[in-house]
């Protein structure tokens, strides 16, 4: 859905190009200012079509990119490496949930504050991303067990170097939303919005009474949380925390 509704503000915004060009009366040939026209023009039909904040961004620079990249003459197998590349990283992001990016040291603190002092602890990252989050809480916490689910292979990868050493810390491949929860005392997700409704159906089917939920960032709509916590990060991040 969200990749349809790009390549329409895209596409879109080409033929605004053109039909001003046809206008003015001006050529139509692939230039700068014209791709910029266009990168604000798909921008702004992205915000009409509520696309997430990233999508604007990659309005604004598609184009002015594609041309600045096609003047650089560079070889074919370098847009092939480019994309395999990003493709490993973002992996599914395209189609519209959660895109990587990573808790601070202090968001990491302030949820090893949240986790109780409780001997074999299970504690689990839903999309781990690189596992910088769940090594540093492994490290404090050596009576606790953490778990990493990550699906995009980069991350994965990195997040496998990053769990090296550590007994207390497993990382696996999987989807998030395959993995049972039951067996977790706390379970973190730093993931988008748009998954929140989706991701308290299955807390609330599969976690014990008793146990943890906490997202990072982004609250369940329409659920109070128990506590929330204001991390003192640049972000400027929030734990909502949801005991269930
Ligand atoms: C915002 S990052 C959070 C990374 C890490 N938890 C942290 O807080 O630093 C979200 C991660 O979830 C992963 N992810 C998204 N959907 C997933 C899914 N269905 N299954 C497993 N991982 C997923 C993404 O690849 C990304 O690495």
Not at 36 to 44: K, R
Not at 128 to 147: E, I, K, M, S, V
Request: hydrophobic letters at 55%; one cysteine or more.
């Amino acid at each position: 859905m969200a990749a349809l509704k790009a390549l329409a503000a895209q596409l879109l915004a080409w033929v605004l190009v053109a039909a001003g060009c046809v206008v003015l009366g001006r050529p139509l040939v692939p230039s700068l200012p014209l791709a910029v026209v266009q990168g604000v023009l798909a921008a702004c039909i992205g915000v009409l079509l509520r696309s997430e904040r990233w999508w604007i961004a990659i309005h604004l620079l598609f184009s002015p990119a594609l041309l600045a990249a096609l003047r650089l003459d560079l070889p074919p197998v370098f847009a092939l490496a480019v994309l395999a590349g990003l493709t490993f990283v973002f992996w599914t992001t395209f189609r519209g949930e959660v895109p990587l990016f990573l808790s601070s040291r202090a968001a990491a603190d302030a949820l090893l504050d949240l986790l109780p002092q409780q001997a074999g602890l299970q504690v689990v990252d839903l999309g781990a991303g690189t596992g910088g989050l769940l090594r540093r809480l492994a490290q404090a916490r050596p009576d606790a067990r953490f778990t990493g689910i990550e699906h995009a292979p980069l991350p994965y990868l990195a997040a496998r170097l990053n769990a090296r050493g550590l007994a207390n810390l497993a990382i696996r491949r999987s989807d998030l939303w395959r993995r049972p929860l039951g067996g977790q005392d706390v379970v973190y997700a730093f993931l988008s919005p748009r998954v929140m409704p989706r991701l308290w159906e299955k807390a609330r089917a599969e976690m014990r009474p008793g146990t943890l939920l906490v997202s990072s960032s982004f609250p369940v709509p329409d659920i109070a949380p128990e506590q929330v916590i204001e991390v003192p990060d640049r972000r400027g991040t929030r734990l909502f925390c949801y005991r269930m």
